[in-house]
């Protein structure tokens, strides 16, 4: 029999029966809506940290505090040891290192007539425009001038921009934090959300954030750009001598700080996306197997309901194989139309996420679909083969 | 000669237990012949119209339908044969309740591999045939008892089969709306079909050509009937000969 007539019949039976078909469809859907959003996200965090890396280059050193310990028992990175002027001796001693940047984050209120928005201030110095190769998009970074003279002025990152002031400009305006009035002097452009949101932060001059803001003396991290990304060697070795002596540690006692070259810790994140990723794959997968489950479940009901429909269809001169493709084809249709759900949901759900123009993952589109053909058929096999050997004289007679 | 059986045997194993339903049967029907099966319930009439339908095959003993042997035919060129030669009629009508007419009589038509204009042009006909055309787009549903009955007959004669097996036609009918599938199984008859007739009526079996009474999985009785008065309402329905 013509495969369309099939096809024509089994949409047929799943119109008869559409809650129960639908309900079917669901588990399907589910799974492979989580597949399709999980690789797609993976896509978009590679596509993110790839163009980050870039920016980045694969020379900038981090430094960050180390843990603090008691009794030997890490108990948080409370650590307040590094200081700006660990950040100046590294760049005026180490003949590797061009240039440091220290910054200094806590989190802070922001307000803009009557909005406010919760967020992060970062104080750190002119340099970290170029280290970090984030140019504003509309104004300039604050200057030296403006970090000597702890001026209160503000760059902004893109969320809270949008956050505050939507589309309009917001140069020159006034930013209230902690009751204090700073002026906008630049925007940055959007980088993108990945494993945190770099575009939810407000950078101020450190000597204002230090001393003005928040009175602290210590730094969160100090960014150090080698002269060329074969110095790591060296560059490690000048940075550990110069904070070990600078905060006294004896020859037995561990560092209290952390170095973490950029690159690698970007491809660290990457990969663990991706183990993410395969195992949320995982998951979808046991969904799709209990959406073939439901769907084999439905099918064994569909044909004990058409027990004497079968019988008819034997009689007038249906073979076994007809019957047989007839209930395997509507498996496969339940199981494909699952999937076109599921593909849709995945992509409105990522569209409304992430807010990328749709990347449309074609390969695991395929495989979807292939997918799903494989459970309709491994799901409907069981009960197509039980209608399909069905007596005929008994299907006949069966009320 | 259209049926021919000889000493035709069928038993059933009932667990241990062999459960002879049919005992020697020879039966013979003749092309265009028109012929009423009776027999009270127990008697193998259901079983002997089973083996003559092709839905089953015969323990022991010879089945030639049409000049071919189908007593040991696999499932398989069982179906071949009924999907060519037999056009089977049910007393529940048994359509697909979600089809409309004209695809319920299309169906067999897909089995026997015909492509869909030519399936469409003879499905018409035949709906034709038995006075229906005006009713092709509706389904099972929105018809009549009789009018479902007159569908079942247009999808058993569609396949223009050598044998028309008609199991209890009017069982669910009113008396006068089954006089009128009487009517139609006659003009088909008329028209150069075999019809088998199962039926426990005798004023039904009367209609016919041949009478074969069925008891204890054996021919009983044979009897030819007047046919004059399911002649003369044959002419009436308007059937040409094929």
């Known amino acids: 029999m013509i495969l369309g007539e099939n096809i024509l019949l089994a949409l047929q039976s799943l119109r008869a029966n559409p809650l129960r078909s639908f309900l079917t469809l669901v588990g399907i859907a589910v799974g492979i809506g989580a597949v399709l959003y999980v690789v797609v996200l993976g896509q978009i965090t590679e596509k993110r940290i790839k163009q980050r890396l870039e920016s980045l280059g694969s020379n900038v050193l981090l430094i960050r505090?180390?843990?603090?310990?008691?009794?030997?028992?890490?108990?948080?990175?409370?650590?307040?040891?590094?200081?700006?002027?660990?950040?100046?001796?590294?760049?005026?001693?180490?003949?590797?290192?061009?240039?440091?940047?220290?910054?200094?984050?806590?989190?802070?209120?922001?307000?803009?007539?009557?909005?406010?928005?919760?967020?992060?201030?970062?104080?750190?110095?002119?340099?970290?425009?170029?280290?970090?190769?984030?140019?504003?998009?509309?104004?300039?970074?604050?200057?030296?001038?403006?970090?000597?003279?702890?001026?209160?002025?503000?760059?902004?990152?893109?969320?809270?921009?949008?956050?505050?002031?939507?589309?309009?400009?917001?140069?020159?305006?006034?930013?209230?934090?902690?009751?204090?009035?700073?002026?906008?002097?630049?925007?940055?452009?959007?980088?993108?959300?990945?494993?945190?949101?770099?575009?939810?932060?407000?950078?101020?001059?450190?000597?204002?954030?230090?001393?003005?803001?928040?009175?602290?003396?210590?730094?969160?991290?100090?960014?150090?750009?080698?002269?060329?990304?074969?110095?790591?060697?060296?560059?490690?070795?000048?940075?550990?001598?110069?904070?070990?002596?600078?905060?006294?540690?004896?020859?037995?006692?561990?560092?209290?700080?952390?170095?973490?070259?950029?690159?690698?810790?970007?491809?660290?994140?990457?990969?663990?996306?991706?183990?993410?990723?395969?195992?949320?794959?995982?998951?979808?997968?046991?969904?799709?197997?209990?959406?073939?489950?439901?769907?084999?479940?439905?099918?064994?009901?569909?044909?004990?309901?058409?027990?004497?429909?079968?019988?008819?269809?034997?009689?007038?001169?249906?073979?076994?194989?007809?019957?047989?493709?007839?209930?395997?084809?509507?498996?496969?249709?339940?199981?494909?139309?699952?999937?076109?759900?599921?593909?849709?949901?995945?992509?409105?759900?990522?569209?409304?996420?992430?807010?990328?123009?749709?990347?449309?993952?074609?390969?695991?589109?395929?495989?979807?679909?292939?997918?799903?053909?494989?459970?309709?058929?491994?799901?409907?096999?069981?009960?197509?083969?039980?209608?399909?050997?069905?007596?005929?004289?008994?299907?006949?007679?069966?009320? | 000669m259209l049926i021919e059986m000889q000493q035709v045997e069928k038993v059933y194993r009932l667990g241990k237990i062999d459960v002879p339903a049919l005992c020697g049967i020879d039966l013979q029907i003749e092309a265009n012949e028109y012929v009423a099966v009776m027999g009270p319930s127990g008697s193998g009439k259901s079983t002997l119209m089973n083996i003559v339908g092709c839905l089953d095959s015969p323990t022991a003993g010879r089945y030639l339908l049409d000049g071919e042997n189908v007593s040991h035919l696999s499932d398989n060129q069982l179906s071949e044969i009924r999907s060519r030669k037999i056009g089977f009629v049910f007393q529940t009508f048994n359509l697909m309740p979600r089809a409309t007419a004209l695809r319920n009589v299309e169906l067999p038509l897909i089995y026997a591999g015909v492509p869909s204009g030519r399936r469409r042009q003879l499905a018409v006909q035949a709906l034709e045939k038995v006075g229906l055309s005006d009713r092709i787009k509706h389904k099972p549903s929105e018809l009549s008892g009789g009018q479902r009955q007159r569908v079942a007959i247009a999808r058993a004669l569609v396949t223009e089969p050598a044998l028309i097996l008609a199991d209890e036609p009017t069982g669910n009918l009113d008396s006068t709306t089954g006089q009128e599938i009487m009517e139609i199984l006659s003009a088909l008859h008329r028209a150069g079909n075999t019809v088998i007739l199962v039926t426990h009526e005798k004023e039904l079996a009367a209609q016919t050509g041949r009478t074969i009474g069925l008891r204890d999985g054996r021919i009983e009785t044979q009897e030819e009937a007047a046919q004059s008065a399911a002649a003369e309402q044959a002419g009436s329905i308007g059937l040409t000969p094929r």
């Open chain 1, 65 to 399: 505090p180390g843990y603090s310990r008691m009794r030997g028992v890490r108990t948080g990175e409370s650590v307040v040891n590094l200081k700006w002027s660990d950040a100046r001796e590294i760049v005026s001693t180490s003949e590797v290192i061009a240039e440091t940047v220290p910054t200094y984050t806590a989190p802070g209120v922001a307000q803009y007539k009557d909005q406010s928005w919760n967020t992060r201030i970062t104080g750190t110095v002119p340099a970290y425009e170029a280290v970090n190769n984030d140019r504003p998009i509309e104004g300039h970074f604050f200057t030296q001038e403006e970090t000597n003279q702890r001026a209160r002025v503000c760059v902004l990152g893109a969320t809270v921009h949008e956050k505050l002031f939507g589309n309009a400009s917001p140069i020159g305006e006034p930013l209230t934090i902690k009751s204090k009035r700073y002026t906008v002097v630049g925007l940055l452009g959007a980088k993108g959300e990945s494993w945190w949101n770099p575009d939810d932060q407000i950078f101020i001059p450190l000597t204002t954030a230090q001393e003005r803001l928040f009175g602290v003396d210590h730094l969160s991290t100090i960014l150090a750009q080698m002269r060329s990304s074969r110095d790591y060697d060296e560059a490690l070795f000048d940075i550990e001598t110069i904070l070990r002596r600078n905060h006294r540690l004896q020859a037995d006692q561990d560092n209290d700080f952390r170095v973490r070259r950029q690159d690698l810790y970007l491809a660290t994140v990457q990969e663990t996306t991706k183990e993410i990723a395969n195992f949320v794959i995982l998951i979808a997968l046991v969904s799709l197997m209990v959406g073939g489950i439901g769907i084999a479940n439905v099918m064994l009901v569909s044909v004990t309901e058409r027990i004497r429909e079968i019988g008819v269809r034997r009689a007038i001169g249906a073979k076994k194989i007809h019957v047989l493709l007839q209930f395997l084809i509507e498996a496969m249709v339940l199981g494909l139309l699952g999937g076109v759900l599921g593909l849709a949901a995945g992509l409105v759900f990522i569209r409304v996420m992430t807010g990328e123009a749709l990347i449309l993952p074609w390969n695991w589109i395929g495989y979807s679909f292939a997918i799903c053909a494989g459970i309709g058929v491994a799901a409907g096999l069981y009960p197509a083969l039980r209608a399909a050997n069905r007596n005929v004289i008994e299907a006949l007679r069966y009320e």
